[in-house]
Every structure is written in structure tokens, then in C-alpha cells.
């Protein structure tokens, strides 16, 4: 069975900060995709990042970017320059092939003025 | 073609009745996906369609709740005899399915359908 684990529930940290939100994740496959999806309050999921697992670099977007640690199933998202607008709640997510994402149980960020 | 969309927004329903939920899928998209929120909570998976074809179909899905996608385009969600329980945001997502396009795993994600059941 696979599992996303995000051990932070709330984060909070101040604009133009930087903020690094966790995640790790358990499957026996060796070929599947993690994602980070941002959901705004009251407004739909939207995805952020993409890491496909035999990459060995790690994804980046903007001000976004990933620590893909894939021995220790680790991936964590890093907002650098954070703004008011990524005030969100963040899921990681795991999927193998075209199959169900595994969502993780999400973090609420919130950038503060 | 903006993205997915679902319709109703907001359904509330008294227990017992029945509802149905429509999703209509990016263009040209073959795969499509039912999730189930709970407040604070991830999506957890309930079924999915690649064009018309039902492929995966969640323990969560009891017999009270059927999915279609009769022509591999938009699909629908019925949940019959609603609980309490059902109360929950209900999200359709799209993805391409195609290797292709180089995104092909990639979900995208409609508003959903809030249903409240009293």
C-alpha cells in the first residue's frame, strides 16, 4: 500500500520568507510521479510541482522547488520570496502510473503581512 | 476549454434522497477522477474512468453510490439514499493518459461539489 505522511499541520511564516514544508511517502514501486497541489481557501486544487521519481534532478517552478531524497522517501517543497497569495492549504501526493493519487493529510500555510 | 468544471457548486440535501453530480473533463482528456474531501482532510480516491471504461473503483464506493461516463466525456455521480456521513466536498480531475503529452500523469482538479446532508 502507499502512504504520504505530512507531519506538519500548520505552518506560518512572514512574506518574503522562506518556508519549507514536509513530506514523506512509502511504495515498493520504483517508477511513480510526486506532486505538490495548493488548495486556497474555498477555491479549487491547483497543481504546483511535479517530480518524476528517476529524475535524480530536482524540480523547480518559479519560486517553488522540491527535495526529492528518494532513498530516504522524502519530499519536501521549499517557497522562496513567499507571498500573501500562497497562503493555502498544501498536499503532497504520490501516483504510480495513470492510476488514484495518495494524498497526504495536508499542511496550512499562512504568510503573514 | 478552461479546465474542469463540475455542476452543482453546492448541493444540500435532506437524508434519503438521492443526488447526482456532473463533471465534465478537460478536452480530449481520456481519464477521469472521483475524489472525496472531508474538512481539513487530503482527497481520498473513489473511482476512475479511462474514456467510458470504469477502471478502479474504491472500498469507499458502497453500493449506494454509481459512477458514468457514458460517451468518455463528462461523468456523473449519483449517491443514493444520502447519510449524514456523505456530507463531504466531491472532486472530479482530468488528465491527459497519454505519454505523449509528457504531463500525461498529471491531475487537474475542478472546483468540486460541496454536498451537505441534513
Known amino acids: 500500500a502507499q502512504t504520504v505522511t505530512q507531519s506538519q499541520p500548520e505552518m506560518s511564516v512572514q512574506e518574503a520568507e522562506t518556508v519549507t514544508l514536509s513530506c514523506t511517502y512509502d511504495?515498493?514501486?520504483?517508477?511513480?510521479?510526486l506532486f505538490w497541489y495548493k488548495q486556497p481557501p474555498s477555491r479549487q486544487m491547483i497543481l504546483v510541482i511535479r517530480?518524476?521519481?528517476?529524475?535524480?534532478q530536482n524540480a523547480t517552478e518559479n519560486r517553488f522547488s522540491v527535495n526529492f531524497q528518494k532513498a530516504a522517501k522524502s519530499f519536501s517543497l521549499k517557497i522562496s520570496d513567499s507571498q500573501l497569495g500562497d497562503t493555502a492549504m498544501y498536499f503532497c501526493?504520490?501516483?504510480?502510473?495513470?492510476?488514484?493519487?495518495?494524498f497526504g493529510q495536508g499542511t496550512r500555510l499562512t504568510i503573514n503581512p | 476549454d478552461t479546465g474542469v468544471s463540475q455542476d452543482p457548486r453546492h448541493k444540500i440535501t435532506k437524508r434519503g434522497q438521492n443526488v447526482t453530480f456532473r463533471c465534465d473533463p478537460i478536452?480530449?482528456?481520456?481519464?477521469l477522477y472521483w475524489y472525496r474531501q472531508t474538512l481539513g482532510q487530503g482527497p481520498e480516491f473513489l473511482t476512475y474512468?479511462?474514456?467510458?471504461?470504469?477502471?478502479?473503483k474504491s472500498r469507499l464506493l458502497s453500493d449506494r453510490f454509481s459512477a458514468e461516463r457514458p460517451k468518455g466525456s463528462f461523468s456523473t455521480l449519483e449517491i443514493q439514499r444520502t447519510e449524514q456521513g456523505d456530507s463531504a466536498m466531491y472532486l472530479c480531475?482530468?488528465?491527459?493518459?497519454?505519454?505523449?503529452?509528457?504531463?500525461?500523469?498529471?491531475?487537474?482538479f475542478g472546483p468540486g461539489t460541496r454536498l451537505t446532508v441534513t
Open positions: 480531475a482530468s488528465s491527459s493518459g497519454s505519454v505523449l503529452a509528457g504531463a500525461a500523469y498529471e491531475q487537474y
Open positions: 511504495t515498493s514501486e520504483s517508477n511513480y510521479y
Open positions: 517530480q518524476e521519481a528517476y529524475k535524480q
Open positions: 501526493a504520490l501516483i504510480q502510473g495513470a492510476q488514484k493519487l495518495v
Open positions: 478536452s480530449e482528456h481520456n481519464r
Open positions: 474512468f479511462q474514456n467510458e471504461a470504469q477502471l478502479e
